[in-house]
């Protein structure tokens, strides 16, 4: 079992839609981090939370440490928004990855 | 500030050619981190440093791989010898200490050993 479950693995939005993306985890962090790979392959971080909610323009993410869950969220999806969600955490000195979220969002 | 930065883009090489894979970190950023990301097992950390110095290379897949960071801007990722599995985007990534601190990513490293 992974110690990082992200769902759902491929998504399909059209323009405009709200959007969630899920991350479960099976072991005590003290971070978790959500990514984004785009198309060409750069990878850009978008949050890092240890508790709470953050917002970064349409994006949101959220963090509940007693569920052991996270979701990332993206309101009024652009086509601009395509590309691979991956949710990763530390726990001690060890970081786990989920598999990636893929996300398309058609015009 | 030009961010962090990874050379080469793209290399590729033989099968049991040694490889050397480079990255200079955001300056004043006193973490750093080697990952490999391949279709079958997507991203994983391969090795992170602070202040220099190898904090965890439990992710490092076997002996043929090995890391080093000689100072606060310079560090190497090296396979030697290669395999044709080694073949791999290989990103690194540097961070401030402290939470709440952006990790920022290289563009990564694009290798195909034939």
């Known amino acids: 079992k992974n110690e990082v479950e992200q769902s759902p693995q491929n998504l399909t939005a059209q323009e405009g839609e709200f959007i969630t993306i899920n991350c479960s985890y099976s072991?005590?962090?003290?971070?978790l981090h959500w990514l984004q790979q785009h198309p060409g392959g750069g990878i850009v971080s978008l949050f890092m939370?240890?508790?709470g909610k953050k917002k970064h323009g349409r994006l949101i993410a959220t963090i509940n440490i007693q569920e052991k869950h996270s979701s990332l969220h993206i309101t009024a999806s652009h086509p601009r928004d395509s590309a691979v969600y991956i949710c990763a955490v530390r726990s001690g000195n060890q970081f786990y990855f989920g598999t990636g979220t893929s996300l398309t969002v058609i015009p | 500030d030009a961010g962090v930065i990874q050379s080469p883009r793209h290399e590729v090489t033989e099968m049991g050619q040694e490889v050397t894979l480079r990255c200079k970190p955001i300056?004043?950023?006193?973490?750093l981190f080697w990952y490999r990301q391949t279709m079958m097992r997507g991203l994983e950390l391969l090795i992170y440093f602070n202040n220099n110095v190898p904090i965890d290379d439990s992710g490092m897949p076997e002996d043929r791989f090995s890391a080093k960071m000689p100072n606060a801007s310079f560090s190497t990722l090296k396979i030697q010898p290669s395999e044709p599995r080694d073949s791999a985007v290989y990103f690194c990534a540097s961070r401030l200490g402290g939470n709440g601190n952006t990790i920022y990513f290289g563009e990564g490293s694009w290798l195909t050993v034939v």
């Open positions: 300056s004043g950023h006193d973490y």
């Open positions: 939370l240890s508790s």
């Open positions: 072991v005590g962090i003290s971070a």
